[in-house]
């Protein structure tokens, strides 16, 4: 199992497609279930539900694993098949709700404009960052979780969260400046 380890997920992935053998799924699932676990506890805030989403997920993973035609980053394709599947199920239990903005003003936002704010951003102490993100909508965490801790690039979220690249620049903007305005307010306490 340790000469497993050195193998990566593209030649794990290449392997179960081209030969069959769903034992190297679990070197896959190893790697793998932490990860999605924890993503889901951050979104759901419910442990139990958490491990049941977990499985879910993978088990998605797995069986759509032959419908990969072009394998360039396999764990970007589980984060957003995480991400994808808890926002189906937050919508259902209706604890996921977007507010509808006039998506027009934020058409023009560069992607340089974006990554200014995003070292504004990283230039906070992680632990305020910690206290104070979990104050935040659910849908804020989602997807500023989205894009600075998995780093999806902004047409993924659009496609995840089912809107627009414009409002999901204006989605994130507005989520930096909530965050912003928490962070201002801990450190004034």
Known sequence: MDSNIEISDKEIVEQI???GDKQLFNILY???????????????????????????????VFLNLSKLKKITNFSLWVHSITYNHCIDYLRLK??????????ERFE??????????????K????SELEIVFEQLKQ????ILLMRYQDGLPI????????????????RLKRSRDHLAELLTQYRNI
């Open 123 to 126: 230039e906070i102490q992680l």
């Open 139 to 142: 849908e804020e965490r989602l």
């Open 155 to 170: 047409k993924a979220i659009a496609r995840a969260v089912g809107a627009g690249e414009s409002a999901v620049k204006m």
């Open 108 to 121: 023009n936002i560069s992607e340089q404009e974006i990554e200014q704010e995003e070292q504004q951003l």
């Open 30 to 60: 190893d790697r793998y279930v932490d990860k999605v676990y924890h993503k889901c506890l951050l979104l759901t805030k419910d442990k139990e539900m958490s491990k049941d989403l977990t499985h879910d997920i993978l088990i998605k």
């Open 17 to 19: 497609i081209t030969t």
């Open 94 to 103: 209706n604890k996921f709700k977007h507010e509808d903005y006039d998506e």
